[in-house]
């Protein structure tokens, strides 16, 4: 399990053009990665909408924005187009990663759903995450993430 203070794992996954995204290449950048269990859905539209409403905000922190799910490419360019999100979705069709990072199956008392948990990470520029939480709301991951996005800043400036 994932841990605050943990080196982010790498990972190779396709974005919603089928184009390979890697992890590591955003060394340098600040990145907050958002699992969500389905594309389109009520709760789901919420957290990626709101990520898209605050977008300009953690842009100008150097910070990039990754959705993550086990949908399909051609769902997830369907539904980044329908909501206008201007950033990357990726889909992680086997849930590898998802499990790798403990954001899979959706607990209902003893029952677990194959399905991502709606869950976010803050990774710093040099791959450290700096916030996390799996099994979160919608607005609450957004909150939180931006908080640990202007927190980060904040201690940067401050011992510039």
Not at 60 to 80: I, R
Request: aromatic share 8%.
């Amino acid at each position: 399990m994932l841990r605050v203070g943990d080196k982010a794992p790498d990972f190779a996954l396709p974005n919603q053009d089928g184009d390979i995204v890697h992890l590591s290449h955003f060394r340098g950048k600040k990145v907050i990665v958002f699992a969500f269990p389905k594309a389109n859905t009520y709760g789901c539209n919420n957290q990626a909408c709101n990520f898209r409403d605050e977008f300009p905000q953690i842009d100008s922190s150097n910070a990039v924005v990754l959705g993550m799910s086990t949908d399909s490419t051609e769902t997830l360019k369907g539904w980044k187009q329908g909501k206008k999100l201007p950033y990357d979705l990726l889909s992680d069709a086997d849930h590898q990663v998802l499990e790798a990072w403990g954001a899979w199956g959706i607990k209902l008392g003893i029952i677990a759903l194959p399905a991502a948990t709606r869950s976010y990470w803050v990774i710093d520029e040099d791959g450290i995450i700096i916030d996390m939480e799996i099994g979160i709301g919608p607005k609450a991951s957004v909150e939180k993430a931006i908080a640990a996005i202007q927190n980060s800043s904040t201690q940067e400036t401050q011992n510039a």
